[in-house]
């Protein structure tokens, strides 16, 4: 019971944290090439057919526009057990990815089993078969470029099926994300160090309290902090978000993170979760978040869709 409700308010909360504007930004080449007018007109709601895709499509691999609005050809599955990893929620069929995402995280998992207390990773969602829009969960994970990885340290990568749905995460964060808590170990900030200093990585996404810890904690090189971006959820998981892989020509990457390390702007966050400014008055109502139609991915999202 107690398990239950931790994982319905793990994803209230990863619900809640992808919707932001970072997260879930628009690519940095706006209006890209890829956008067609050749499927202008298709209204169809794209989180509905790609939803309901179970298999990838028989295509080479490719990554095609942006990480809130896209798809992927031809994307591979992160085998469910692997000697440094588990995939977590098989029945949410979402372990797939781009190939250079699946061998990041084959990396990253023989890296973290090296640290005292690790196994390896629990690897949380990636992306649908075909990527694209989720009918429930993240407005991001689209291309196969995006995943997740549990806070929780694997002390056994044997779990089985059933116990891969019922086992939650841990929250690291305390008063609202301000601090790390007393899970919180030198390990998770090795992991997510080795993550962000990877070529492959665009970007990190974790709660601003985790953030201002490592800016903390780093010694010597800092440029990997750049990498990390403090934002919303992200306590009971952090996001890897890798770059478009060379050669995907139609894959859109985000502007790059501001420069320098990032830690000014993350201990601000911090300043103002402790002390909240007064709402601003002239602040806009948040705009829900809009339906994505196939006309609003790049065309080559119907040949994923239409593929064997
Ligand atoms: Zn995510």
Request: charged share 20%; glycine share 8%.
């Amino acid at each position: 019971m107690v398990r239950r409700l931790g994982f319905s308010l793990s994803l209230v909360l990863a619900l809640a944290a992808c919707r932001g504007t970072e997260i879930a930004a628009p690519a940095s080449r706006a209006g890209a090439a890829t956008v067609s007018t050749q499927n202008a007109g298709d209204t169809r709601a794209a989180k509905a057919l790609f939803g309901a895709m179970s298999t990838p499509s028989a295509q080479t691999p490719e990554s095609h526009g942006g990480y809130a609005s896209g798809c992927q050809a031809g994307a591979v599955q992160l085998p469910e057990t692997g000697a440094t990893w588990q995939a977590m929620r098989l029945s949410r069929n979402r372990n797939w990815a781009h190939p250079t995402t699946v061998d990041f995280v084959q990396d990253l998992s023989r890296f973290a089993a090296t640290l005292p207390g690790w196994d390896g990773l629990y690897v949380g969602d990636m992306s649908q078969p075909r990527g694209g829009p989720m009918l429930t969960g993240h407005a991001s994970h689209q291309t196969g470029l995006d995943a997740d990885i549990w806070m929780l340290p694997p002390n056994r990568l044997n779990l089985t099926r059933g116990e891969r749905e019922e086992l939650s995460s841990i929250s690291m964060r305390r008063s609202a994300g301000a601090y790390t808590n007393d899970r919180w170990t030198t390990q998770h900030m090795e992991v997510i160090r080795a993550a962000a200093s990877d070529p492959r990585t665009a970007r990190i996404f974790v709660f601003p309290g985790a953030k201002v810890a490592m800016c903390n904690w780093a010694t010597g090189d800092r440029a990997w902090l750049n990498r990390i971006r403090p934002w919303h959820g992200h306590h009971y998981h952090f996001h890897v978000r890798l770059s478009c892989p060379p050669g995907d020509r139609t894959c859109e990457d985000q502007a790059p993170p501001p420069g320098g390390d990032g830690c000014a702007d993350a201990q601000t966050w911090v300043d103002n979760i402790l002390n909240p400014p007064p709402p601003d008055p002239n602040a806009a109502p948040a705009t829900p978040r809009r339906e994505v139609t196939m006309a609003r991915l790049p065309v080559q999202c119907t040949g994923v869709l239409e593929s064997e």
